[in-house]
């Protein structure tokens, strides 16, 4: 079974940047879903940026402009690049791994964005 194995991660204040990794540990192919999500406290976990299976990209209206989503499928990675953070991204952010009607997740990171 695949795992999905987060990095990057910490604490940063308002306007900094932050840059996710994710690994899997098998190989991953271009028509896999493939992306970010987070949960804050007391909140539902909701889409951050992705690949769709169908090869585009989706973000959230929230991190549009901000943050920055890419792949390498030769080393098995997904990262987000985050920048001008906000208070309200302040979240555990989890890497997700679609191949059909199967999802994988990561144990997830915390971000934490505060002065």
């Known amino acids: 079974q695949v795992q999905l194995v987060e990095s990057g991660g910490g604490s940063v204040q308002p306007g900094g940047s932050l840059r996710l990794s994710c690994v899997a540990t098998?190989?991953?192919?271009?028509?896999?879903?493939l992306g970010w999500y987070r949960q804050a406290t007391g909140k539902e976990r909701e889409l951050v940026a992705t690949?769709?299976?169908?090869?585009?990209?989706v973000y959230a209206d929230s991190v549009k402009g901000r943050f920055t989503i890419s792949r390498d499928n030769g080393l098995n990675t997904v990262e987000l690049q985050m920048n001008s953070l906000k208070p309200e991204d302040t979240a555990v952010y989890y890497c997700?791994?679609?191949?059909?009607?199967?999802?994988?997740w990561g144990q997830g990171i915390q971000v934490t964005v505060s002065s």
């Open positions: 997700k791994l679609g191949v059909g009607p199967t999802d994988y």
């Open positions: 690949f769709t299976s169908g090869g585009s990209t």
């Open positions: 098998e190989s991953i192919f271009s028509i896999y879903a």
